[in-house]
């Protein structure tokens, strides 16, 4: 197994909490592989400030109203932004990005809310339990 981590967030209208949210991602000692972000249609311009840090290069259309993704990369991490048309709460965003995760054979999704600030030491801790069979960490 290689152990690569796909990190997935799912927001709604918590933009700035969300960019710190990626920061503290992307700060790993132990870096993730990959960060998806499920924006459950949010209406307080939350693309345009994940274009105006780099962390996406695309902007959804306005009104858009099927479900939107882009793929970039952001310091040697690969950022996919899913919008979605409608808010499909928690449990719903976490769905279609754990989803994409598996289809893109990620080994681990490390999963979490946009107002979650991991340490920087945070998934270097969990990272003992990869060779561990049948672990859910």
């Given at each position: 197994?290689?152990?690569?981590?796909?990190?997935?967030?799912?927001?709604?209208?918590?933009?700035?909490?969300?960019?710190k949210c990626i920061d503290s991602l992307i700060n790993q000692s132990l870096n993730v592989d990959a960060i998806y972000i499920v924006?459950?249609?949010?209406?307080?311009n939350t693309p345009e400030l994940l274009s105006d840090y780099g962390f996406i290069t695309?902007?959804?259309p306005v009104n858009c109203e099927s479900r939107w993704s882009c793929d970039d990369?952001?310091?040697?991490?690969?950022?996919?932004?899913i919008k979605l048309p409608e808010n499909m709460g928690g449990a719903g965003g976490f769905y279609?990005?754990?989803k994409e995760a598996y289809l893109d054979e990620y080994d681990w999704v490390w999963i979490m809310d946009d107002d979650a600030?991991?340490?920087?030491?945070?998934?270097k801790e969990l990272s003992p339990y990869y060779d561990l069979e049948d672990t859910v960490a």
């Open positions: 197994m290689n152990n690569s981590v796909c990190a997935v967030v799912v927001t709604y209208n918590r933009k700035e909490l969300l960019v924006d459950n249609d949010s209406t307080d695309s902007l959804p990369e952001y310091e040697n991490i690969h950022i996919k932004y279609e990005a754990v600030f991991p340490t920087e030491d945070c998934l």
